[in-house]
């Protein structure tokens, strides 16, 4: 019986895990480490095999003109193992291991094939390279043409387990900001810097029509940038502090943590992530109210649920600057503390061509 050890892997939850239930060997069958804890290779296999049966071959769904033009060579089952997931520390061991490991091809075929073939994660490739079959999309469709309040295709377990390795609380004082373009000759007063009134709450992207939030920047530059504003015009900018530690989710880069916490609930895991990911960029695009509010409503639904999950807000990426944003439900938490006046004197354009 072959054992790894410790020292040949680099995730902790992994390392953790064969500390507990490994046993110390003299030497390692694969890294040669002397007197660390290890597992047997039959045990690793159960841990491993939902992460290798994420992959498939390339040459099973590429087109035949992209197999010809990229350089694979970097993308064989041990690399994606070792640099997309920080599984194992070096390629070579992940290789020595896999191959101790399989027989057969994890997936469909002879495993000759998938260890001699660059591998990817077809459902990663399609999602990218094509707008239909994605789990976003398919939700997309549903809440607006087919099942408003309950959607079959919002995957609430999946989607709890996801938010919940990416909370973040935010300590009482801290600051924000948010621009308005003063329409009048005075300028806006401490109380007339927050959110809308009810009856005067349009929709956007997170708040539905008649519910108002709270939409601050983490930064001036990102608020101003945010509102879009014209030369010469004057924009009041508003502080505001946080009374009360807030619990947000952040959704600037998902994270799922360690791949082997989750089983046999990997895929599916991995998928919504995907998801909350494409929520993400949705909520992140500039808001268009020539659009139909029907095109809002994905987003909306989503933004409620963390709400009522008892979240505090989103933060979320600004698509117009280097910043992040937070929507706050209740700005109750926090109060506005000074605004002042800006004067726009400089815009700058960026565009692309087709």
Not at 238 to 255: G, P, Q, S, T, Y
Request: proline share 4%; with cysteine.
């Amino acid at each position: 019986m072959e054992f790894c050890c410790t020292n040949c892997f680099f995730d902790e939850w992994l390392i953790g895990h064969i500390k507990i239930y490994g046993k110390r060997v003299n030497k390692c069958d694969f890294c040669g480490d002397k007197n660390n804890f290890a597992i047997n290779i039959n045990e690793f296999e159960g841990l491993i095999s939902p992460i290798v049966g994420l992959y498939t071959a390339i040459t099973n769904f590429y087109p035949m003109e992209l197999l010809k033009e990229g350089d694979h060579s970097n993308d064989m089952i041990w690399d994606k193992l070792t640099n997309d997931w920080g599984i194992f520390n070096t390629p070579d061991i992940a290789e020595n291991i896999l191959s101790a490991i399989y027989q057969d091809d994890p997936r469909e075929g002879t495993f000759y094939d998938f260890m001699n073939d660059a591998v990817a994660i077809e459902e990663e490739w399609s999602i990218e390279h094509y707008t239909i079959g994605n789990l976003w999309n398919e939700f997309c469709v549903e809440i607006k043409h087919q099942n408003r309040f309950n959607p079959k295709s919002f995957n609430k377990e999946m989607i709890n387990l996801i938010i919940s390795a990416n909370i973040e609380t935010i300590l009482t004082g801290n600051k924000f900001y948010r621009a308005r373009i003063q329409r009048d000759k005075k300028p806006y007063k401490l109380n007339e810097m927050g959110a809308p009134a009810k009856d005067l709450a349009i929709y956007g992207r997170i708040n539905p029509q008649g519910i108002p939030y709270l939409y601050l920047s983490e930064n001036e530059e990102t608020s101003i940038s945010e509102i879009r504003p014209n030369i010469l015009d004057k924009v009041n900018l508003a502080i505001f502090e946080l009374e009360k530690d807030i619990k947000v989710i952040d959704l600037r880069n998902l994270n799922i943590g360690s791949p082997f916490r989750w089983g046999d609930n990997l895929k599916e895991i991995y998928l919504n992530q995907a998801f909350l990911n494409d929520f993400s960029a949705t909520v992140s695009k500039p808001i268009n109210f020539k659009t139909s509010y029907l095109e809002y409503l994905p987003t909306q639904f989503v933004s409620e649920y963390i709400k009522n999950r008892g979240f505090d807000g989103i933060i979320y990426p600004s698509s117009v600057c280097t910043g992040y944003n937070i929507a706050l439900f209740n700005e109750e938490k926090c109060k506005c503390i000074s605004v002042k006046k800006v004067d726009i004197s400089t815009i700058n354009y960026k565009f692309s061509t087709s």
